[in-house]
Every structure is written in structure tokens, then in C-alpha cells.
């Protein structure tokens, strides 16, 4: 079997059979009454589509070509200005003349002639025009089943037009988030489109989630059962007169029977299966579903961007999906030239936009960027629904979620993402902080606490009286202690850290173990801080910032800092720092990839804060910790790395991870001495002293302001 497109003949061919396999099942009565002014009769549409083919083409295009009948252009025109006076279209079902084996053999003479045209190589214009004739054949097939369905539910036998129809079953209603932004919409000019799926253009989403699946039977029997139809506060007002005025009840085709609710199909009256997509809604009603579900309907942007998105279900084989948009025209829309122009420009006002397809329209009619139209009282459509929702704004969030999620949604719109070191530390992060300083292979915390101890009485001879002791990121407070134990003379502490969990509970521990001493802890991130509360921190300054922590700044964030902690501290203040070295990589290594995993553990310990405190979705087996030693920017760097392709949610946006992609989590500068001692210089501050430990090497340096 050959997988090329078919030809234009052959689609020409196919499409036309097809039309006719459509009327098989009918007899000649059905084919010619009308059931409703929206309506056509069978005949009229078979006879119409091929008026189309012997309007547009063959009586401009083919030379010689002689009209059928010259009355058909009165009888099946169906609304073209342009082309002349017709019948009007309530009283198509009088149009018993030509009986319907004219109208067939009109359709004989058309195809033959149309061959004719279509038998050498089409020009781009006149495939064109045959592809407009087979898409428009293609909705008429669609109206065909639609008018017969109506016309059948209309008497008193019930009868079945045949098997084949069904749409496929609801499956689970998940709603999927989608990212807003500026975003494109319409044809692009690849392939077949109707003039009013374009011009493409871009329009602006804010974050939406939609439903995967369609609004079922049996989710809008719980609206009926909750009074759906006779509680206003659901309808828009339009809506709501045209209940009173209808007395609708329940969708167009479903019947209440002694053993319950039943929906009469093209295949008969069937009892309600209830997870078939609910059919046969006017806009009205799928507004007011929607509104008792708190939800919304999709605008046709919305919809047409989740369709793009390759998640939904029940697209184009089930039910035409009402959106809440108005049918008007695409920015820089213009309509053909000529009578083609009035096919769907002059309708862009008073009708609703549908998206999808249903389980009647032809196999391949339909498009992402299709857009079907109907007033919104209309039920005899094969139309449903799919739910949208608003995503919440991030202004529901708290301040320091806020900050995180600004923060979370800069960094992951960079090439590789990142976030900053310091979303680390809520409390189970500074307790795996403090666990990763215990284990064998993390040197820097046992290095400089020996370092510490050595040089205590060192540090303390140069300690002012009355000195106000001020820690940048103080975490545990541990190495606070070697301080002052050796010098009694620190009167105050300010322990500054962003972990308000960390900081109590340091802050109660050292008030206990050194009564005389002041604790005035300062919850707050210390990079921001741009004075020390004023009763804070009187009398000499000593800044203290231990932990190599400066290490995790960028170099010109630690330049930065540094000027700022100049500032901050004051004239006379001096500044003890911790600075890890630079050493062999493979010592450097092992100390950011532990063996028990506990490094790893509070790396992917920031995923799990982004999913508390936004609401996202991360799964942490899905994500593994790496870290590793790069020579040219003298640091060692930590990263998550996607072990799949995923999606995730967060604080109403969504995300892409493509499998090994890398979320960069934190950089660990290491120094060289006079690598440091110049950035120090740099920062304002004289260089007095510097210490260095045992192996693994970490340097403790005194700077003076
Ligand atoms: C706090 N900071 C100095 C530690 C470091 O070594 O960069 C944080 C850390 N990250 C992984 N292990 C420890």
C-alpha cells in the first residue's frame, strides 16, 4: 500500500463517493424533508455540493462545459449575494422537484466533467479552489448527518441511520497546566486552510489549565441532578430566557424514561452511557455547566495552544468543543476576492467559536487552528465541552514564596537553568547542611574548625572590648563557640541567616551556654541587608563568615558582598572569613559526592521545598544529583539532572525537563591565597593576617576596614 497523499482526483473521487455512501441508508422521503429552518434536506446537500464544483470551476475553468440545468442555480445556491436570487433556505423541503434521481445524475455529469478538468497538471489556483470544494463537500457531509439526526429524532419511530458514530469514551478528568506568554495561533500556510484560520498571529495567555478529557454524560447528570437547568445563578442572561422560553431540561436528544435517562443517536434510542461525552449543548448550556463545575470554558487561543501541546484526548473525534470566544475576525484578516469571499467572512459576528471535530465529521477535516462557528442557542450540532481554569496568580502566594517563585521563574527561563544556593536552606535543608559537615568526606568544616582552634587565642588578642560579634549566614552557630569561648569580651551576637528554623534554634542554644552574652538574632538574607538595626550593633564590629560560604558567590558577587559587608560593619570593624583552597580535584570531588548520599539528599532537598511552598509536582526519583570539579572557572558545581523527559508544574507555570537536562543548583568557588587576598583588597578591606590549616587546606583570613 502506497502512504502518498491522494492526488487531487483521487481525493476529489474519494470525497464525492463518499457523500454518496452517506445517503444509502436513506429513502427517498428522508432524503427530502426538512425538519427545521436550520436544516437541509438530504437531497439539497448532494445537489448543492456539486452546484459548488459547477459554479466555482467548471463553468469559469473548463472550457465548452454546458450547465446541467439552468433552474439548479436558484435551487441549491445556498447563500452567495453574489451569485443571484435563491430559495430560501427555510423552504428547501418544498424542493421535491428534481426528484433525487436528477439531483444524482447532476452529480454524474459534474464528476465527469470535473475528470476532465482535473486531467492534466492543476495549476496552484485551480487546486486550490478543488481543495475549498472538498473541505466544503467534507462540513456538508457533517450537516448531512446532523439534519438527519434531527429529522430522525423527530419521529415517533425512533429510527437508526446506522452503526459507526460513537464517539469515544471520557477518560480520566485531569486537568494539565499550560504555560502562558506570548504565544502563536492560526495557519501558517502549510497545506489546506479556510481564510478565517489565518493570519497566524501571536496573542498573549496568562498560565491556564485545561481538561484532558470532555465533559461527560455523566458529570452533566450531577449538574441536572444538582438542578443545573433551574438555578439562574449558572446562566448568562441570554442563557437563561432561553431555558424559560424552551423549557429545556436536559441536552437536546436525551429522554427521561421509566428505567432512565436514554440519548436518542444515529444509531436509535440507547440508554445514557454515561462516560460518552455529553452531545447536543448550546453555548448557553455549556457556559452554565461550566460555571456550576468553577470552572470556565477555553477561549479559542487557549484551546488552540493546548492542542498544539500533543496531552488532550477527545480532540477532533468526539464532540465540537464550545469556547467562550466570539467569532470575529484574525488581526489582518481579508476575505477572497470574488463570491468564494462571502464562505466565511460575512458570518463574524453573533455566533461563538467551536474547536475540535466530532465523531461525525470526516477523518482528517480538521486542524489545531480550525474554527468552526455557531450562534449560541444552537444545540443540533454534535457540540460538548472541555473545562479551562485560571491558574492562580502568584500574588497568592506569601511573600517569601513570592520571592522564590520570581526568583525560580527568572532562573529557569536561562540556557542552563539555575537557582540560587540559598533556596537551600529551609529547615531540612540546614539539618542536612549540618549532616553533609559530619560525613568522612566533607574536609572543609573539620579543616577550619581545627584551624579555628589553633588560632582562637591568636584571634582573641586582637578582639576589641565591648565588641559586637555580627555572623553572616550563621546556620548552626557552631563555630561561633571557638570565638567565644576564647574571648569573653564579645558582648553581643548577631546571628544573621535566612532559615528562621536554624536561627532559633541556635540563637536558644547560645543563650543558654553564654547567659552574659546578648543574642539578637536577624532573620533575613544577608546579600540584601543594607544596615544592622542601629540597637543592634553598638560598639566595635567584628564580622565574622565562616564556612567558605563566600565561595558559594559568584567572584563578582563576592567582590560585591564583601564592599557591602565594608559598609555595613562600619569604620574600625574587622572581618575573620573562611576560604576553602583550591586542592586536588579528586579530594575536592569526594567532598560534594559523599558516599552515604547525604550531599545528594540536600541537593534534591530544593526540590522538595519548590513543591511545598509552590505547590509544584516534581518527582525527586526523577532527578539525580551530579557535582564535579571545572578547572576553568575554579570551582566545584552541583546540578540536578533530569534522568527523563518531564513536565512539571509550578506555581501555575509549566515546565519542560528534556531527558539529562540540568537544573544548576550551587558553584563552590576554591582560592588560591592571593586569589583571595586581592578580591579582599578589592573590596575595601586591608589583608592583616591569614591562616592556613592542615590538610585538606582551608585558609581563615583577618581583614581590617
Ligand atoms: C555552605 N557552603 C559553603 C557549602 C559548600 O561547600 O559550598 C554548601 C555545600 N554544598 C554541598 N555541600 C556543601
Not at 477523518?363 to 444545540?379: L, T, V, W
Not at 531540612?428 to 549532616?435: P, R
Amino acid at each position: 500500500m502506497s502512504s502518498k497523499a491522494p492526488s487531487l482526483l483521487d481525493a476529489y473521487r474519494q470525497v464525492r463517493r463518499h457523500s454518496e455512501e452517506l445517503i444509502a441508508p436513506l429513502s427517498a422521503e428522508d432524503a427530502v424533508t426538512q425538519s427545521m429552518p436550520d436544516a437541509s434536506p438530504a437531497k439539497w446537500h448532494i445537489a448543492h455540493t456539486t452546484w459548488f464544483f459547477e459554479t466555482f470551476l467548471l463553468k469559469p475553468r473548463l472550457a465548452g462545459y454546458a450547465e446541467f440545468d439552468a433552474s439548479f442555480g436558484y435551487l441549491f445556491n445556498s447563500y452567495y449575494e453574489a451569485l443571484g436570487a435563491r430559495q430560501p433556505r427555510p423552504q428547501r423541503g418544498m424542493l421535491t422537484r428534481p426528484p433525487l434521481h436528477r439531483v444524482l445524475d447532476y452529480r454524474l455529469h459534474v464528476d465527469e466533467h470535473m475528470q476532465a478538468l482535473l486531467a492534466g497538471e492543476p495549476d496552484a489556483e485551480l487546486e486550490a479552489l478543488v481543495r475549498l470544494g472538498l473541505a466544503h463537500e467534507e462540513q456538508h457531509q457533517e450537516l448531512l448527518l446532523m439534519d438527519i439526526l434531527h429529522l430522525f429524532s423527530l419521529s415517533p419511530l425512533a429510527p437508526s441511520y446506522g452503526e459507526g458514530h460513537a464517539p469515544p469514551a471520557c477518560g480520566p478528568q485531569r486537568f494539565l497546566a499550560i504555560q502562558g506568554g506570548l504565544l502563536g495561533i492560526g495557519h501558517d500556510g502549510q497545506g489546506f486552510a479556510f481564510d478565517n484560520e489565518a493570519p497566524a498571529h501571536r496573542c498573549f495567555l496568562a498560565p491556564f489549565e485545561i481538561a484532558e478529557s470532555l465533559v461527560s454524560n455523566g458529570q452533566w447528570l450531577a449538574f441536572i441532578e444538582d438542578g443545573g437547568y433551574r438555578r439562574a445563578e449558572f446562566w448568562l442572561s441570554d442563557g437563561w430566557a432561553k431555558v424559560q422560553e424552551e423549557g429545556w431540561e436536559a441536552p437536546l436528544y436525551w429522554r427521561r424514561q421509566d428505567d432512565g435517562w436514554h440519548a436518542f443517536g444515529l444509531a436509535g434510542l440507547r440508554p445514557l452511557e454515561l462516560d460518552a461525552p455529553v452531545l447536543h449543548v448550546s453555548y448557553y448550556e455549556a457556559s452554565a455547566y461550566a460555571n456550576w463545575a468553577g470552572a470556565r470554558l477555553p477561549t479559542e487561543m487557549e484551546w488552540e495552544v493546548a492542542a498544539r501541546d500533543g496531552r488532550l484526548r477527545q480532540l477532533y473525534d468526539a464532540a465540537w468543543q464550545w469556547t467562550q470566544s466570539a467569532y470575529a475576525p484574525y488581526p489582518g484578516f481579508r476575505p477572497g476576492a470574488g463570491a468564494v469571499g462571502e464562505y466565511n467572512g460575512k458570518f463574524m459576528v453573533s455566533q461563538m467559536v467551536l474547536r475540535g471535530g466530532a465523531c461525525i465529521t470526516p477523518a482528517g477535516h480538521s486542524r489545531p487552528s480550525y474554527r468552526n462557528f455557531f450562534h449560541p442557542e444552537k444545540r443540533w450540532m454534535f457540540a460538548g465541552l472541555r473545562l479551562a481554569r485560571d491558574l492562580p496568580e502568584q500574588a497568592a502566594l506569601d511573600p517569601h514564596a513570592r520571592e522564590l517563585a520570581e526568583d525560580l521563574e527568572a532562573g529557569f527561563s536561562l540556557q542552563p537553568r539555575q537557582l540560587s544556593p540559598k533556596y537551600f536552606y529551609d529547615a531540612a535543608g540546614s539539618e542536612l547542611f549540618e549532616a553533609i559537615c559530619r560525613t568522612r568526606e566533607y574536609y572543609p568544616t573539620r579543616s577550619e574548625t581545627a584551624l579555628l582552634k589553633r588560632i582562637a587565642p591568636a584571634l582573641a588578642e586582637r578582639i576589641p572590648a565591648d565588641c559586637t560579634l555580627v555572623e553572616f549566614g550563621s546556620g548552626a552557630s557552631e563555630k561561633t563557640c571557638l570565638l567565644l569561648d576564647a574571648a569573653a569580651q564579645i558582648r553581643r551576637y548577631v546571628p544573621i541567616d535566612i532559615s528562621p528554623a536554624a536561627l532559633d534554634k541556635a540563637a536558644a542554644r547560645l543563650q543558654r551556654d553564654y547567659p552574659a552574652l546578648r543574642v539578637e538574632p536577624l532573620c533575613a538574607d544577608f546579600t540584601r541587608l543594607e544596615a544592622l538595626p542601629p540597637a543592634l550593633a553598638d560598639g566595635p564590629r567584628l564580622g565574622f563568615f565562616p564556612g567558605s560560604t563566600i565561595g558559594n558567590f559568584a567572584p563578582e558577587q563576592a567582590l560585591a558582598f564583601l564592599q557591602g559587608a565594608h559598609e555595613l560593619l562600619g569604620p574600625g570593624a574587622s572581618f575573620i572569613v573562611g576560604v576553602d583552597l583550591r586542592k586536588d580535584v579528586k579530594v575536592l570531588e569526594a567532598a560534594y559526592n559523599d558516599a552515604e548520599g547525604v550531599t545528594a539528599r540536600f541537593n534534591l532537598n530544593l526540590l522538595q521545598r519548590i513543591n511545598r511552598e509552590l505547590g509544584a509536582d516534581f518527582q525527586l526519583d526523577r532527578f539525580d544529583h551530579l557535582a564535579f570539579w571545572n578547572p576553568e572557572h575554579s570551582r566545584i558545581e552541583m546540578h540536578l539532572v533530569s534522568r527523563a523527559e518531564q513536565r512539571v508544574r509550578i506555581a501555575g507555570m509549566e515546565y519542560l525537563f528534556r531527558a539529562g537536562e540540568r537544573l544548576h543548583t550551587e558553584n563552590s568557588y576554591k582560592y588560591a591565597i592571593d586569589d583571595f587576598r586581592a578580591l579582599a583588597e578589592r573590596g575595601g578591606w586591608l589583608v592583616r593576617e591569614h591562616w592556613t590549616s592542615a590538610e585538606p587546606a582551608f585558609a581563615v583570613f583577618r581583614l581590617q576596614a
